[in-house]
């Protein structure tokens, strides 16, 4: 059974940062374009960014470009969040997903991991 895993969540203060990872299991990945996503307490999920299979092209939304870098390892199936000069306002559940391409549309990825809380302290 495929199955997305973040870990690397956690509470750090502002102008910290983090890094998340995102464990693929049960199927190879590395033709999959991965997605993050994140939700807000009470706010709706939102795109955050995304690479290509390959690791050769990605894109971000704008509240985090500059401060947020994705990259993947294929050959250990899993791919990485950075997240540098953390805001109070990145505090959200943040998602990975595996889909056909890397876009910011929910519906274009098929896998989902559970989540992984970021809280970022003022």
């Known amino acids: 059974q495929a199955q997305l895993v973040e870990s690397g969540g956690g509470l750090v203060q502002a102008g910290g940062s983090l890094r998340l990872s995102c464990a693929a299991s049960?199927?190879?990945?590395?033709?999959?374009?991965m997605g993050w996503f994140r939700q807000a307490p009470g706010a709706e999920r939102e795109f955050v960014g995304a690479?290509?299979?390959?690791?050769?092209?990605?894109l971000y939304a704008d509240s985090v470009k500059g401060r947020f870098t994705i990259s993947r390892d294929n050959a250990k199936n899993t791919n990485y969040l950075q997240m540098t000069s953390l805001k109070p306002e990145d505090t959200a559940v943040y998602y990975c997903?595996?889909?056909?391409?890397?876009?910011?549309?929910?519906?274009?990825?098929?896998?989902w991991g559970q989540g992984t809380q970021v809280t970022v302290s003022s």
């Open positions: 997903a595996a889909g056909s391409s890397s876009s910011g549309y929910e519906n274009e990825y098929a896998y």
């Open positions: 049960g199927r190879t990945f590395s033709s999959y374009a």
């Open positions: 690479i290509n299979w390959s690791g050769s092209r990605s």
